[in-house]
């Protein structure tokens, strides 16, 4: 069941690699047609701002032409640094430009760089003076923005270090995605997982790209803020299709077609929104609302199946309720606040929510592969109990009868009986029969298992089933060393007993089936062992 519903669905996984590389021919080309911006240093510090005389709230600046501030005190030579987004600027420190951006010209990849850093330097001389930012804020909406103003000597390492454990943590989420990926075809081989793990960790890991690539500190250390931007706004798409499948897995109620329409439209929308920027129709930014409805909708169908499986009072299902919910509230959060402008991030409640949500899963995935590793061991136990021989650890009579009912067409068929054991178990005890049992069980694994199977049938019977391509010379040289393996031990262990056993055997496809070839085997067997009784007299 689950490899063909792996195979069902693995024109999803295959589609969302394409999205995947899609995306990176995307960040190559920007790559190559960005150009870096270095910033060399900065030191925390904020100032007022006035446009016409009136402070103003720097975190929604698209309603303002200018803002400026008059330079403080300077001692030495210093920079003015602070972080901007979705805007284009020209700085000018008492009308001596210094920063320009031509607001007629066009970026790659949209109207602005998205997130970016600007560096301004200051000097003595220009204390007192005004400095004037001229601001363009080509999407009318609350996503324009300047933030973290500062001025000193420093490189940026400020903006670094206050970001780190968020680069730190969005890293990691990578990595467990990356590793759950990894790991899957071993524990899938092992039967110790589903599909569902392949889906969570390629979801982790396609969402722990867009955080790492939002967290502003690569912006810092790289520059390249609008190749990061298309990183970020690709990756939160691509997300959405390896997160349906695994909701799909979760919930059993998941109706095959209602969640494959949901990867198509998800795919589709991926498709629309790359191919308008790739024309310059519209950029990912003039597109998100749509990324943001296809949230909507995998949120709705994920809280559909989630009530169904409450209802049903599936206990299993329950235990990831709460860790979806978790996700989709911090999510919900972080769009609202995007269009609210109501903080200046735009993944600082996924960012929370997916690290909860994945501990979450991580903590349930880990009970549930504890649990079926158990299920495996008690299985296999209990498996090796009703196909293994309880004192030699042969195969034993069922699986001698299952393996006759192959009707094998080529190898042989060898019959062993362990002479003088009743002697044994009646004058020794039957420690000493079982010792005797062991002994020659050893060595018949040890010199016929590399050319087929080892079956103890009963008390002092045992049989060996060829592979195919086992030949007579293998058998007969077999049977010479057993014999003399057990002389030598006669010879040198002074046992209470001797060993010795009778063998006979038959070639298959000389036989009209199994059973003729087993008789005729069993037949010779004990004519061996008249033999060796009458030589021993």
């Known amino acids: 069941m689950l490899i ?132 363009d804020a080509p999407y009318k909406d609350n996503s324009a923005k300047i933030n973290y103003v500062r001025m000193g000597d420093h490189v940026p390492l400020l903006e670094i270090r206050t970001n780190l454990l968020t680069l730190i943590l969005s890293c990691l989420v990578v990595l467990i995605g990356l590793l759950l990926v990894i790991l899957f075809p071993f524990l899938w081989y092992r039967k110790l997982t589903t599909g569902k793990t392949l889906f969570l960790g390629l979801f982790v890991f396609c969402i722990g790209t867009f955080l790492v690539s939002d967290c502003n500190v690569l912006q810092v250390i790289y520059g390249k803020e609008e190749w990061f931007h298309i ?166 009579r069922t699986s001698f009868t299952e393996d006759m009912s192959l009707e094998k067409k080529d190898g042989f068929i060898l019959v062993f009986d362990v002479n003088n054991l009743k002697t044994v178990n009646d004058g020794l005890g039957h420690s000493y029969g079982d010792e005797l049992i062991i002994t020659v069980s050893n060595f018949i694994r040890d010199y016929y298992t590399d050319i087929g199977n080892c079956y103890r049938i009963g008390g002092d019977e045992f049989v060996v089933i060829t592979n195919d391509d086992a030949t007579k010379d293998d058998v007969d040289i077999r049977y010479k060393k057993l014999g003399e393996s057990l002389d030598y031990i006669n010879r040198t262990q002074k046992r209470k007993y001797t060993l010795s056993v009778a063998m006979g055997y038959q070639s298959i496809k000389s036989s009209k089936n199994m059973d003729d070839a087993f008789n005729k085997a069993d037949s010779k067997m004990y004519k061996n062992k008249i033999k060796m009784k009458k030589g021993k007299k």
């Not at 809280?303 to 919910?325: C, D, R, T």
Request: contains cysteine; aromatic residues 18%.
């Open 231 to 396: 990183l970020s706004e690709l990756f939160m798409q691509i997300a959405i299709v390896p997160f349906i499948l695994f909701v799909s897995r979760i919930y059993t109620v998941a109706n095959k077609r209602g969640y494959q329409r949901l990867c198509v439209l998800s795919i589709l929308i991926f498709m629309v929104t790359f191919l308008l920027n790739i024309f310059e129709i519209k950029d990912l930014h003039e597109t998100i609302f749509l990324v943001h409805l296809n949230y909507l909708f995998v949120i709705v169908y994920s809280v559909y199946l989630m009530i169904k499986a409450y209802l049903k009072n599936n206990k299993v299902e329950k235990e990831h309720n709460i860790g979806f919910i978790v996700l989709f509230l911090f999510v919900i959060l972080d769009v609202v606040s995007f269009y609210s402008g109501f903080y200046t991030g735009t993944s600082f409640f996924t960012r929370i929510g997916v690290l909860l949500f994945l501990i979450m899963e991580i903590f349930i995935i880990a009970k549930e592969y504890l649990t079926t590793y158990k299920n495996n061991m008690k299985h296999e136990f209990l498996s090796k109990l009703a196909y293994h021989d309880g004192l030699t650890e042969l195969y034993n």
């Open 4 to 135: 063909n519903r792996l195979k069902g669905d693995k024109k999803f996984v295959y589609i969302n690699i394409v999205m995947i590389i899609m995306t990176v021919t995307l960040l190559g080309i920007g790559f190559f047609k960005v150009s870096f911006h270095q910033v060399s240093k900065y030191v925390d510090y904020t100032d007022n701002w006035y446009s016409n005389g009136e402070k103003v709230d720097l975190s929604k600046v698209e309603d303002y032409e200018y803002i400026e501030m008059e330079i403080p005190e300077i001692h030495k030579d210093t920079f003015l640094f602070f972080c901007a987004k979705s805007v284009n600027l020209n700085i000018f420190v008492n009308n001596r430009p210094m920063y320009q951006h031509d607001m007629n010209s066009e970026y790659v990849f949209g109207k602005t760089k998205g997130l970016f850093y600007v560096g301004v330097p200051l000097f003595r001389e220009d204390s007192g003076k005004k400095i004037k930012i001229m601001i």
